[in-house]
């Protein structure tokens, strides 16, 4: 166990970000966003505001964290496979590497619950190309555009049961992380000099943000429950340093000169959230439910760039076949489906854009309470209208849960 938790923070300091995928609308704000829950919220179309379990690490609720009663380990990969078409545009990408780490326990269970991992925030990977002449003459030009890095969400977690019913809970974020975007463009023809400079832009962010979340469960019978989950972010200010940079190259990327044009320190807005959802649960059988959450973009909105408030609705759930069937393997485990919508808060050509996927999963138990988490989606982002571009892609995140009761005195030898 110990050994496994070492690989995985091992993993992350050699990444230096978490991934997310690819995509060619990474260029505004601060990339793409990321989903913040694990894969068993991801094959049921992301929902886990009011989809408590207590055989996974929540880290979309924090009050969902109490149903954590024993200590639980997860760790996990994703992989992201994206074909981009538009006018006169074509390309395939894939991207992989790890996902989330995470591991909560009971300090006093039923009572109080903990949890910290590392988890995506935003992602920043595309690279675009164009070429032609300039008008009138015929001297080319080549541009490559391309950007890398993005930001990652170090949390510390609490859930408190106030009542049997009422579940409150809190989450600190340490939000770091850098984006680099550089835009390299060449001029040249039969009478002029091929010259190419480059125009570097580098921003790091390192901020502390919080959330808060509630959850509360009401009871229909012994085994049927509603539940309802509510999360609330103000938003801060995300603290960062800007440099930027312009370089001549020579045509093997030789620097001939390079000036610095500005060092700077940089503020980025975070919206503020808010989040509800309600599922009916059927205890160890079945769980359906629908979130929807807020976040105030449009408020971040600068002169150079503009936001759009975001929205996202998911619909979703699990079924266990058979929970105590010990004949039956694959009746044992977990499956899930469930769709989402969201309508990002970039605006590219005065046109908001949308994502739309299908998601499925399953938990595969292994031995004692522990399991093997797939999850995987097929979805699409942007549109080919407006000179837009058209993003169909998958993702697979495979994962692994360890759940035991740690930190336990032995009564016996």
């Given at each position: 166990?110990?050994?496994?938790?070492?690989?995985?923070?091992?993993?992350?300091?050699?990444?230096?970000?978490?991934?997310?995928?690819?995509?060619?609308?990474?260029?505004?704000?601060?990339?793409?966003?990321?989903?913040?829950?694990?894969?068993?919220?991801?094959?049921?179309?992301?929902?886990?505001?009011?989809?408590?379990?207590?055989?996974?690490?929540?880290?979309?609720?924090p009050a969902n964290l109490v149903y954590n009663t024993f200590s639980s380990f997860q760790v996990g990969l994703q992989g992201d496979n994206r074909t981009f078409t538009g006018d006169n545009v074509s390309g395939s990408d894939f991207d992989g590497g790890l996902r989330y780490l995470a591991y909560a326990f009971p300090i006093k269970p039923g009572k109080w619950s903990s949890s910290f991992g590392i988890l995506p925030f935003s992602t920043v990977s595309y690279n675009t190309f164009t070429e032609g002449t300039v008008d009138g003459t015929d001297i080319f030009q080549f541009i490559n555009d391309k950007g890398e890095g993005g930001l990652t969400n170090f949390y510390w977690a609490h859930g408190f049961g106030v009542t049997d019913k009422l579940k409150l809970g809190v989450r600190f974020n340490f939000t770091f992380g850098s984006?680099?975007?550089?835009?390299?463009?060449?001029?040249?023809?039969?009478?002029?000099?091929?010259?190419?400079?480059v125009f570097l832009n580098q921003t790091s962010y390192a901020d502390v943000n919080l959330s808060l979340g509630a959850a509360y469960q009401y009871d229909l019978s012994e085994r049927s429950h509603l539940l309802f989950g509510l999360t609330y972010s103000n938003g801060n200010d995300l603290d960062g340093k800007n440099i930027q940079e312009l370089r001549r190259i020579t045509g093997t990327g030789g620097t001939i000169e390079s000036t610095e044009i500005s060092n700077t320190t940089e503020t980025f807005d975070l919206p503020k959230t808010i989040g509800f959802g309600v599922s009916y649960q059927k205890v160890d059988k079945y769980l359906v439910g629908i979130e929807i959450e807020s976040q105030a973009w449009s408020n971040s909105s600068t002169s150079e760039q503009e936001f759009n408030n975001q929205t996202k609705i998911a619909l979703g759930g699990r079924w266990v076949p058979d929970h105590d069937?010990?004949?039956?393997?694959?009746?044992?485990?977990?499956?899930?489906?469930?769709?989402s919508y969201t309508e990002i808060p970039y605006i590219v050509n005065n046109q908001t854009i949308n994502d739309f996927g299908i998601n499925f999963g399953a938990s595969l138990p292994v031995t004692g309470f522990s399991s093997i988490d797939l999850a995987a989606r097929i979805g699409q982002l942007g549109t080919t209208s407006n000179g837009l571009i058209k993003e169909s892609y998958y993702q697979i995140v495979i994962g692994a849960t360890i759940n035991d009761r740690w930190f336990i005195k032995r009564k016996y030898d």
């Open positions: 166990m110990k050994g496994l938790i070492k690989a995985g923070f091992a993993c992350f300091i050699f990444l230096g970000h978490l991934v997310h995928g690819q995509s060619i609308y990474s260029f505004q704000g601060l990339g793409t966003l990321a989903h913040q829950g694990m894969p068993n919220n991801v094959g049921m179309g992301e929902l886990g505001i009011a989809a408590p379990t207590p055989w996974h690490v929540n880290t979309q609720n984006i680099d975007k550089e835009s390299q463009i060449s001029i040249g023809g039969s009478d002029v000099f091929s010259n190419t400079v069937n010990v004949n039956s393997y694959f009746k044992r485990a977990t499956y899930r489906l469930g769709f």
